[in-house]
């Protein structure tokens, strides 16, 4: 009898306002306070919001990059030799952001060779579910047995373009708060994000290395309701949530957590609310669910991986982190909101949950114990 392939995740670091490393952001998402602050690095003086979530002082996105691939790696217990021949799967803006950079095809070469990671590459361009894209595809081909390992990183660093792009648009909240889920919420707050991942079989537990935890389940579906919108019906996340769920052979009462994508818009998080109550059933109403980017700002291409490395964190620890920003119910998002103070939980099982322009979304299902 083949033993069925289990996708363990074994290294993992990640850096946000919040703070670098993995302890940092269990620390900030279980205080509760959000990290948005004025914006320094770029001239903000024309536009209507000023704010974001920025760390004080970082690298170029290159070496954030490389030092948050190498720390994942030695998490992993993983030394250069056993580096060499493992695939990058990389989620970056493909405009831009970059500057004057390498196109993202070449900076997952260069970063791959400055880490020792001599094998395939490839490169996630794909919005806001550009890492959770990049996650479902590792686990996809480490379950199928193509390959025994993978490292995804992904990274998002607040820069003027997208900062004017979002505020033009007005999309970005004149109030200088996030509020997932809110009566009131105004619109998102940008934040820096780097992560970096390790994703095995069974080559992590030969090695002695404890995984932080598997991969149950993911998946992926688009609505194309509308270049910006969300479908109103929450049509797609519930397909995306609903192929994890099978993918992992579990019911909905399995999943004591939602790491929603909840951007503190109203449409979006409304569609969102829908979507949970139609892939959860009666259990969609339960289910505690907050967004972490009440507290970390969004990171872009890099949520994703970020959001990921928070629920794990938290679904170990036993907390789950507060919807930070609340100020009272809405009836458009009937869902069972952590407010007030981080909730203790002996759940095994979380949903991370990220969508995007164009109607793009995805859930990946992780366990812990």
Known sequence: MVEARVTQLTGMYAVSALGRGADAQLAGVLAGVPAFGPVGRFDTTARRVTVAATLPEVGTLPDELAAAVDAACEAAGLDRAQRAGCALLLAVHGGAALGAGPTPAVL?????????????????????????????????????????????????LVESDQFALFDAGRALAVDGAVRPFSAGRRGLLLGDGVAAVVLESSTGRRRGVDPAATVAGWGRAGDAFHPCQPEPGGTGLSRAVGGALRRAGLPPRAVGYVNANATGTAQSDAAEAVALRRALGGHGAQVPVSSTKSLHGHALEASGLLELVVTVLALRHGHLPVNAGWLAPDETCPVNVITDRPQQTDATHALTLNAAFGGANTALLVGVG
Request: charged content about 15%; hydrophobic content about 45%; proline content about 0%.
């Open 108 to 156: 997952a070469g260069q970063l791959a060779a400055r880490c020792g990671l001599s094998g395939h590459t490839r490169v996630y361009t794909s919005a806001c579910v550009s890492a959770s894209t990049a996650v479902a595809d590792a686990a996809a081909r480490i379950t199928r047995g193509d390959v025994e390992r993978v490292v995804v990183a992904a990274g998002y």
